[in-house]
């Protein structure tokens, strides 16, 4: 399975540092790297890893997961986020989100949508 072409067009476009890598379990994985986060999270930068089904793009990304382990910057947990997976041999910090599937455009849809979504919930999780 390969990035789909308007997904590599978009991080190249967008600056966003990244790499494609397969796994066994059938995923295609998305890592971010040194992806910015907005202040207020206890870090400035973190990897954001997206795992993308054999029917993406048809359906979305579901969750992601980022390398440290955030929370806000008060101390406070950030809801959904206390699960950690182990993916590339590194230990994850999973952020269960999930779209409503009416919210996913097959066709339409893309890595810059959900990066959008990750932007937004970044910033909700900040604030």
């Given at each position: 399975m390969k990035l789909p072409e308007p997904d590599r067009e978009f991080l190249d476009r967008s600056g966003i540092t990244y790499r494609v890598f397969d796994d066994d379990t059938g995923m295609l994985n998305v890592e971010l790297?040194?992806?910015?986060?907005?202040?207020?999270?206890?870090?400035?930068?973190?990897s954001v890893l997206f795992r993308l089904s054999a029917s993406y793009p048809d359906t979305p990304p579901d969750m992601w997961w980022v390398i440290?382990?955030?929370?806000?910057?008060?101390?406070?947990?950030?809801?959904?986020t206390e699960i950690i997976e182990t993916h590339d041999g590194r230990s994850w910090q999973r952020?269960?989100?999930?779209?409503?599937?009416?919210?996913?455009?097959?066709?339409?849809?893309?890595?810059?949508?959900?990066?959008?979504?990750?932007?937004?919930?970044?910033?909700?999780?900040a604030a």
């Open positions: 790297i040194d992806f910015p986060l907005p202040p207020g999270l206890s870090a400035s930068t973190a440290p382990h955030l929370t806000r910057i008060g101390g406070g947990v950030i809801p959904a952020w269960s989100r999930h779209l409503d599937p009416s919210a996913w455009r097959s066709g339409i849809d893309s890595l810059e949508s959900y990066v959008r979504l990750l932007r937004t919930e970044l910033g909700s999780a």
